[in-house]
């Protein structure tokens, strides 16, 4: 899995991100880096931009889409997204139980 998502990395240097409540930010505005990836036996994390924490609980389906542009996860048991705040550090933790995210890459 790790080494699925480092080959994506390594085509796809930035990208938006598509929670399933919606874009995280202005849709195509901010431009996000993946900076740590550990895959546990129950969890995958996802660390980017060294401020945001994707912890997917029980995951294992994801895909590539869009010839190799956009990285979607879907299926999971839930979903933390854990960041602290672009400028003042803020704390904040949002959590989905079920839907998609979707990396969706800038290098078209």
């Known amino acids: 899995m790790?080494?699925?998502?480092?080959?994506?990395?390594?085509?796809?240097?930035?990208?938006?991100?598509?929670l399933p409540s919606g874009w995280f930010g202005r849709p195509y505005d901010n431009f996000h880096h993946i900076t740590w990836i550990a895959d546990r036996k129950f969890k995958l994390l996802i660390e980017?931009?060294?401020?945001?924490?994707?912890?997917?609980?029980?995951?294992?389906?994801?895909?590539v889409i869009h010839d190799n542009k956009d990285?979607?996860?879907?299926?999971?048991?839930?979903?933390?997204?854990?960041?602290?705040?672009?400028?003042?550090?803020?704390?904040?933790?949002?959590?989905?139980d079920n839907g998609e995210i979707r990396f969706v890459s800038y290098n078209y």
Not at 48 to 63: A, H, M, N, R, S
Not at 71 to 94: A, C, N, P, S
């Open 48 to 63: 980017i931009d060294e401020q945001i924490l994707l912890v997917f609980t029980k995951t294992k389906q994801f895909e």
């Open 71 to 96: 990285l979607l996860f879907k299926i999971f048991l839930r979903l933390t997204f854990d960041r602290l705040g672009y400028g003042d550090l803020t704390v904040h933790t949002e959590t989905f």
């Open 2 to 18: 790790v080494e699925t998502i480092e080959n994506w990395k390594s085509k796809n240097k930035s990208f938006g991100i598509v």
